[in-house]
T-cell receptor, first 113, second 109 residues
């Protein structure tokens, strides 16, 4: 089945130790998104790509970086995780401008110790 | 600033009762509104979008620009409707989405 896959589902990292979360899609969608969701809060958009064009939200901390080496893969790098970065990280895709719905991955729950 | 408000964190109804999940938005342009649902241990999935004017699983939602609302309704709730529901706004000309904080719907037997 075509889908959005996130690995790992659970990630534990130490305070200040860089961590990378990955997302892949078999949908061949042009747009890929990263959201951060903390407990009882709305998913918050961190950044998105339209193809290779990167769009950063103004309030996304510099500590968060992203890479999209090809259509299928997108990575979220947290350079120096703090305790406040513990959250669920959601990857999503969207086909194109004409198709507004998003497809979500299952999420990666990040714990910072 | 664009904002989506879902005033109820939790809504409990009995099976067979009508359901209305409230969503209000703040946006000066032409919005695209969506409802997403997350069942237990499953991923977020698109339920409805306002431009489609469709009914999915018995749910409907009408965009009211005068009241800036996009409430989700179902005339007769089922136990399998129990889930987390998120309202989302996409601003015209962008690929960005703004989500509300969600409403947990519990349908009681």
């Amino acid at each position: 089945d075509a889908m959005v896959i996130q690995n790992p589902r659970y990630q534990v990292t130490q305070f200040g130790k860089p961590v990378t979360l990955s997302c892949s899609q078999t949908l061949n969608h042009n747009v890929m998104y990263w959201y951060q969701q903390k407990s009882s809060q709305a998913p918050k958009l961190l950044f998105h790509y339209y193809d290779k064009d990167f769009n950063n939200e103004a309030d996304t901390p510099d500590n968060f970086q992203s890479r999209r080496p090809n259509t299928s893969f997108c990575f979220l790098d947290i350079r120096s995780p703090g305790l406040g970065d513990a959250a669920m990280y959601l990857c999503a895709t969207r086909k194109d401008r004409a198709t507004p719905g998003q497809y979500f991955g299952p999420g990666t729950r990040l714990t910072v110790t | 600033a664009q904002r989506v408000t879902q005033p109820e964190k939790l809504l409990s109804v009995f099976k067979g009762a009508p359901v209305e999940l409230k969503c209000n938005y703040s946006y000066s342009g032409s919005p695209e509104l969506f409802w997403y649902v997350q069942y237990s241990r499953q991923r977020l999935q698109l339920l409805l979008r306002h431009i489609s004017r469709e009914s999915i699983k018995g749910f409907t939602a009408d965009l009211n620009k005068g009241e800036t609302s996009f409430h989700l309704k179902k005339p007769f709730a089922q136990e399998e409707d129990s889930a987390m529901y998120y309202c989302a706004l996409s601003t015209s000309g962008t690929y960005k989405y703004i989500f509300g904080t969600g409403t947990r719907l519990k349908v009681l037997a």
